[in-house]
C-alpha cells in the first residue's frame, strides 16, 4: 500500500512569483487539513510509517504523512495551531544551523528571506506532536559538497 506524503516548504501568503510554488496560503492549509478530516484521512507520523514498513505491517487504509521541509517559523505560527487543533502530527525537517534566523540559502537565489522557527518553537511544537528531523545545517547543496561536507551537514544537523 502507499501512503502519500504531503510535503509543505511554507505556509503563509508569498507575492513574490518564483516562491509562490514553495507557499501554501494558511487558509488553503486549513481547508487541507479539513478536508482530511471530513473525508476520513487518518494523519500519521512519518516515524509511525516507518516503523509500519519496517514491522511488515500495512498502514491504515486512507493514511497519510504530513511533512515540511526546511523549519520556516511560518510553520510554527501558521501550520502548528491547524494541526494541533486536528490533533494531526507532522514531521518538520529542520535547517539545524539557521533556526531563528533568516533563509539565507533563499536569499542568495533572489528570493524573500523568510525567518525559520527558533529553538523554542520548535520544542514547543515537538512536545504537541510534531517530529522534528534534520535537513542539514546549512541547507547545503549536498550534490556538489565533498563526503566530508556531506557527513558534517548531515551528522551534525542530526545531532542538533
Known sequence: MRVPILMYHMVCKSSHPEERRYACTPAVFRRQMAYLRRTGYRVISLAELAKRLRDGKEPADRSVVVTFDDGFRDNYL???????????????????????????????????????????????????????????????????????????????????
Open 78 to 160: 501558521n501550520a502548528f495551531p491547524v494541526l494541533r487543533a486536528y490533533g494531526f502530527p507532522a514531521t518538520i525537517f529542520v535547517v539545524s544551523g539557521l533556526m531563528g534566523q533568516p533563509s539565507e540559502w533563499m536569499a542568495r537565489r533572489g528570493y524573500p528571506a523568510r525567518e525559520l522557527a527558533t529553538g523554542d518553537e520548535l520544542r514547543q511544537m515537538a512536545e504537541n506532536g510534531i517530529e522534528i528531523g534534520s535537513h542539514t545545517i546549512s541547507h547545503a547543496a549536498l550534490d556538489a559538497a565533498d563526503p566530508e561536507e556531506i557527513a558534517r551537514e548531515v551528522c551534525v544537523s542530526k545531532d542538533e
